[in-house]
């Protein structure tokens, strides 16, 4: 058998084989799609891997990526001239650049040069599409809006980061507007890795609250950083909720797709909570009109009964003098018999006076006294009446018609039946 020659490499001789068998296969920078992930930063350049993705989220493959200082400027430009977008976690972008060895290190990567913003945008609204799909495949984008709103809803719960612009607009909103608020605040994370999940549980979270609605609101900002209002988590949780969801996000043209399944969708976190602001003013407003129409109702009803009451007194008054006049005739009549009644009652009821003051003279104990009897009484003034009231030596006072007599008693005599 021919013997087979065999090929000999050092590493720097292999990495450099592998380099150019590269360069000649691809012929050149190569545009690649993907999705961003572990993106950091380093003196100025910026690193990431672009990942592939099956259907369950699972890493299928990835490249390592570095976008030089150099090429950074250009490539951030025509993401902010696309809208603003960015290079953050999870975004689906398509890059061009070439796939080099970095011999020294020994490892594979892509040496970004270019992006094209479009593949992006298009990703986006793919992804949103995909999902107003499939709620409306499961009847879901009517949903919050058939709940019904309190007449007077003064009770919020209040969604978004904590002491954020959208927060401090809400609020000094509703602080203006003259009526009494009671706002349950939960805090959010509401763009960036993970946000999703932090909206949707906020939410759950004030479903549990004694409120009258839900209002999920964020300032103003770039298709990307509002992109997690048209994720499905968010959507979903939105749709599914118990209580009326109203929506203040600061999007420029498009509407997210919480927008599309809350129950009143408002462009900014202040015209939301103006929208509230103005429900609860026409219950105010009603009110105010019904006691206002009351208040005329009474008024006309007042003017109308005084004047029906001034022409019956008028009446009243012309009966009540005719009658008044004839009473008084026999008031007159009545009285003149009432004097002579009088006069003759008087004179019996003096002549019995002078009959009873004679009588009551005839038993005067004074009178009685002076006819030589006298009365006698211990010394707590207590008259004696039997012998059996007083004992040997009591002090007895006996009373005569001209005085007091006091004594000691010696004896006593009892008087027998026969005596």
């Not at 805090?187 to 979270?205: C, F, P």
């Not at 929506?247 to 509230?276: F, M, N, Q, R």
């Amino acid at each position: 058998m021919p013997v087979m020659s065999v090929i000999h490499y050092t590493v720097s001789e292999l990495m450099s084989e592998t380099s150019a068998a590269i360069k000649e296969r691809l012929g050149g920078p190569v545009w690649v799609d993907g999705e961003i992930s572990g993106p950091r930063e380093s003196r100025g350049h910026f690193y990431f891997d672009l990942v592939d993705r099956d259907e369950d989220g699972s890493v299928v493959a990835k490249v390592p990526v570095a976008l030089w200082s150099r090429n950074r400027v250009k490539v951030e430009e025509k993401l902010r001239s696309a809208g603003g977008l960015s290079l953050n976690e999870g975004v689906s972008i398509r890059l061009r650049g070439p796939l080099e060895i970095w011999i020294a290190g020994g490892r594979l990567q892509l040496t970004m040069t270019d992006i094209d913003p479009n593949f992006t945008l298009e990703a986006l609204e793919s992804q949103r599409e995909k999902v107003l799909a499939a709620l409306r495949k499961e009847g879901l984008l009517d949903r919050n809006k058939r709940l019904a709103v309190a007449e007077m809803p003064t009770t919020i719960a209040l969604i978004t980061a904590d002491e954020s612009a959208a927060q401090a607009d809400f609020l000094h909103s509703l602080q203006n507007s003259g009526i009494s608020w009671d706002v349950r605040y939960i805090d959010a994370k509401v763009q960036g890795n993970g946000a999703e999940i932090t909206i949707a549980a906020a939410i759950r979270t004030a479903e549990q609250l004694d409120v009258d609605l839900i209002a999920v609101v964020r300032g103003g900002g770039s298709k990307l950083d509002l992109a997690v209002f048209d994720h499905e988590l968010v959507a979903r949780t939105i749709a599914t909720c118990s209580l009326p969801v109203f929506t203040g996000i600061g999007h420029e043209i498009d509407i997210s797709v919480a927008d599309i399944v809350a129950h009143s969708a408002h462009k900014t976190p202040t015209a939301c909570a103006e929208a509230i602001i103005d429900r609860a003013a026409h219950v105010i407003q009603r009110a105010e009109d019904a006691w206002r129409e009351i208040s005329f109702l009474i008024v006309d009803t007042l003017t109308s009964e005084r004047l029906r009451l001034s022409n019956f007194a008028h009446r009243a008054a012309l009966g009540g003098k005719n009658r008044i006049q004839i009473h008084f005739s026999r008031l007159a009549s009545q009285s003149a018999r009432l004097s002579r009644a009088a006069i003759t009652a008087q004179r019996t009821e003096t002549a019995r006076l002078d009959l009873l003051t004679a009588r009551v003279q005839a038993v005067d104990p004074i009178r009685t006294l002076a006819r030589g009897w006298s009365i006698t009484r211990n010394a707590n003034g207590q008259i004696i009446r039997s012998v059996e009231d007083v004992k040997e030596n009591d002090t007895v006072i006996t009373t005569v018609a001209d005085g007091s007599i006091t004594t000691t008693v010696a004896t006593i005599e009892r008087r027998t039946d026969n005596a």
